[in-house]
């Protein structure tokens, strides 16, 4: 397997995020972990939409991504969209489906962005699995464009009304008529479009359909114009990472700038949407062998544009041109009086397959960028404070790593 001495696992976030060939989606993301200095991503395993929001507003400052599984929540609508995206923005992380894809291409691509949870419309990151071969990852970034480009597309008509004019030569031209008194209703007339004449017969003045008489002898004929604009719009791009470095290293001797004006200077998500590869999984006796990992791997290389990294159990990056993320799951603190468990020993568990691992260890020793943590924090009393607690030990593991490596 490949070694965990992989240059990105001695490189600091923020150095890495300078690199010009990573995709803009990966920039910002390590760019967002070092500003935040959390490499924290909460898994959402809950069922309705008011504890998902609630969740995502108590923990949002202390992660980097939101991992959510919209087929679980019960009554997923709009508004969860609308709300999460707004919880997204305003606490500066990114949001992670977890849909696990794993189908022929044509099916996947109405998957991903059709249906109930149309997912493409509004989570920057989601993943599949390679076995039904790579075509997936082709497919699925089809239809990711696809959505971005309908998502960036407005439409707007403009009507405008007005009359013929008569030219000198008796012919009609068309336009606004500018000349008030050339008001096709004038001041004797009703406000309907039509005139009545009570029939001569009708003493009383009394209307009645055999009497009335319609008189079009001052209906002038009109022009209607409807012009469409379609335009293509695009979110801005985050501002170049080496910048944003230089603007956070005190080692110039320049003040750093604090989190907030970071944030604030590192701006929105780019207009991207990217794709973990499921490469090995946390689960005991689960069959994704070496081989398929080393499937996976390769194929990524084919989509490095498309794919950004990998839900893994260690750092997979092998080749020196390699800049994956690592995405680790069965990340969690063991039962007081007892040792996390590590890869390829007894590992504590929930008594279901799952295996569990310590923050801090797993990012320190297997060079893991980003841990991701489900029940721990979603089942704390203090769901903010569980989070913090994972960040800071998640964050010391990169720290003596980096350390470490130097």
């Excluded at 969860?80 to 949001?95: D, P, S, V």
Aim: proline share 7%.
């Amino acid at each position: 397997m490949a070694p965990k001495q992989h240059p990105t696992s001695s490189t600091p976030f923020s150095v890495r995020a300078e690199s010009e060939s990573l995709p803009a989606l990966t920039s910002y993301l390590l760019s967002l972990i070092s500003i935040k200095k959390s490499n924290l991503c909460v898994s959402a395993d809950v069922h309705s939409t008011s504890i998902l929001l609630k969740l995502a507003e108590e923990i949002g400052d202390s992660i980097c991504v939101l991992k959510t599984h919209a087929d679980i929540i019960d009554d997923f609508s709009d508004r969860t969209i609308r709300g999460l995206q707004e919880i997204a923005k305003r606490k500066n992380f990114l949001i992670f489906e977890d849909r696990k894809f794993g189908d022929i291409g044509n099916t996947v691509q109405s998957q991903y962005s059709r249906g109930p949870l149309r997912i493409a419309t509004w989570a920057h990151l989601t993943n599949a699995h390679i076995f039904p071969g790579p075509a997936i990852i082709p497919s699925l970034q089809s239809a990711a464009t696809s959505t971005l480009i309908s998502l960036n597309q407005s439409v707007s008509t403009e009507i405008s009304t007005g009359t013929p004019r008569t030219s000198l030569d008796g012919l009609s031209t068309t336009g606004t008529d500018p000349e008030p008194d050339l008001d096709p209703f004038p001041a004797s007339s009703t406000s309907d479009a039509y005139l009545y004449r009570p029939s001569s017969s009708n003493t009383q003045n009394t209307l009645s359909p055999t009497t009335t008489e319609f008189d079009m002898s001052h209906r002038r004929s009109s022009v209607v114009t409807a012009t469409t604009t379609i335009s293509q719009t695009f979110e801005p791009c985050p501002p170049n990472p080496a910048t944003l470095q230089r603007s956070m290293s005190s080692s110039s001797g320049d003040t750093p700038l604090d989190r907030a004006t970071a944030l604030k200077e590192l701006g929105p998500p780019p207009h991207a949407r990217g794709l973990l590869l499921l490469a090995q999984m946390s689960s005991e006796n689960n069959l994704l062998d070496a081989e398929y990992t080393e499937t996976c791997v390769a194929a990524a290389r084919e989509h490095k544009d498309f794919v950004l990294g990998f839900v893994a159990q260690e750092n997979l990056n092998a080749d020196k041109r390699d800049a994956f993320l690592m995405f680790t799951p069965g990340v969690g603190f063991p039962p007081e009086g007892q040792e996390a468990g590590v890869l390829g020993g007894k590992s504590k568990g929930d008594g279901m397959g799952q295996r569990w691992r310590g923050p801090r260890e797993v990012v320190r020793d297997e060079g893991v960028d980003v841990v991701i943590v489900g029940r721990g924090v979603v089942n704390a009393r203090d769901r903010p404070s569980e989070a913090e607690k994972y960040r800071r030990e998640a964050w010391r593991g990169y720290e003596e790593r980096i350390e470490r490596r130097k």
